[in-house]
Every structure is written in C-alpha cells, then in structure tokens.
C-alpha cells in the first residue's frame, strides 16, 4: 500500500520556469491538499481539493495552480518560479474534508535559482 | 491572530528516558488538536489527537495532555527510543487547520 506518492522528489529551477508536481493517493480518500514548509514556519496550506471536480485556495496560492485530475490526483504547478517558492512540497490526502487526519508523501524539495 | 507555538526547538533525551513535547496554542475555540511526528527527508505521520472535550488520551507508548485553561498541549512518549528522533509538531483546527513548527527530538544512545 503506497499511500500518497509524490513525483518528483527533488527539482531546481530557474526563475521563471515552470513545472507541476505530481500526487496521487492510492486510499480512496475524496480529499487532498497541497502544502508549502518552510524553515521555521509550520506547513502552509496552498490550494486543496475538498472531492473530485472542487479545487479551493488555502493560506498561500499566489503563484500556483492546481488540477484535481481524477480523485486519485492532484497535481500542482508553478507557471512561472520565483525564488521565494524554494521550498518543500507536500502532498496529502484524507477521507473527507472534515477530516483532519491527514495522509502526507514524502515531499518535493524544490529550489528556484 | 492565531498561533500555534513550541516552547522547546530542539530536546534532547537519553534512550529510555520519558520525553515531554509541548505546545502552546492561542485560539480558544480550537476544537481538535493533533500531533504529527516527522523523520529526516519524509513527510508528517499521524501521531495521535484529541478533542477539546477531552484532557488525555493515550496511544502506543505516547500520551497527550491538553491544558485548555492555560491553551497547552503536550505530547509524552514513554520510554524513548533512537527511532522516536524526529520533528513532532502539533496542530490546532479553529476553523481552519494550523500547524506548529516543529521541536527537534534527539534521543543519545
């Protein structure tokens, strides 16, 4: 059972490339999220999407967008990096949105030069 | 506004000994609380949580304690062991869900 699995787990950019990270949860869950972590900050909700076809902002979205692909995926992407999106990039997933328990992978650690 | 704080960045505990993790919170009306135990390169695992309506709640050696007249909550593991080496970090949902920093545990062999 692999859970939730992140694609890819290391990237550098440059400033002004784009790409898109890849998630997918293989526990049915109809919830999944997006979150930045940075040093000394506690992880920070960028988009989320509450069930298949609904996608809403969270605390930081500026910058990003994202696709509920079907329920198991939810990608996220950078149309054009800066270097304050150098960060750690975390996917999860739960059962409903109501759900704090979340389901995390292991992470996209991504640097824009 | 809301805040979810660690008193301790780093602890660092003997194996065997009991380790004691806290957090403050600032959100009276946060209503479920949970911490989440995070190793070197992976993402945060669920470690346990607790209600409001509740003061204590145990797991497989680990305990939590919420203190809401003084807005803490700690986290206790029993018996620490050098696989316990991680960041815990607490989260608070008021609304929304808010997490902590983080505390660095070291356990010395």
């Known amino acids: 059972n692999a859970g939730v699995t992140q694609t890819p787990k290391f990237q550098v950019l440059k400033t002004g490339q784009s790409m898109t990270l890849q998630c997918a949860q293989d526990?049915?869950?109809?919830?999944m999220y997006w979150y930045r972590q940075d040093p000394g900050m506690g992880l920070r909700l960028i988009y989320y999407?509450?069930?298949?076809?609904?996608?809403d902002k969270g605390e930081v979205p500026n910058g990003y967008n994202v696709s509920r692909l079907n329920k198991r995926e939810f990608s996220l992407r950078l149309e054009s990096a800066a270097p304050s999106q150098t960060s750690v990039y975390f996917c999860?997933?739960?059962?409903?949105?109501?759900?704090?328990?979340?389901?995390f992978g292991s992470g996209t650690q991504l640097s824009v030069l | 506004g809301e805040s979810v704080g660690l008193h301790l960045p780093t602890l660092s505990v003997q194996e065997g000994d009991n380790s004691i993790i806290n957090c403050a919170y600032s959100?009276?009306?946060?209503?479920?609380f949970i911490w989440y135990k995070q190793e070197s390169g992976k993402g945060p695992q669920f470690i346990i949580d607790?209600?409001?309506?509740?003061d204590k709640r145990q797991g497989q050696r680990v305990t939590v304690l919420l203190n809401k007249t003084v807005k803490h909550l700690s986290l206790q593991i029993a018996a620490t062991q050098p696989g316990d080496s991680a960041v815990y970090f607490c989260?608070?949902?008021?609304?929304?869900?808010?997490f902590g920093q983080g505390t660095e545990l070291s356990v010395k062999p």
């Open positions: 999860a997933s739960s059962e409903s949105v109501n759900d704090e328990k979340l389901f």
């Open positions: 526990m049915n869950h109809n919830s």
């Open positions: 959100n009276s009306a946060s209503d479920y």
């Open positions: 607790i209600r409001s309506n509740m």
């Open positions: 989260a608070e949902r008021g609304g929304k869900l808010i």
């Open positions: 999407s509450a069930s298949e076809g609904t996608t």
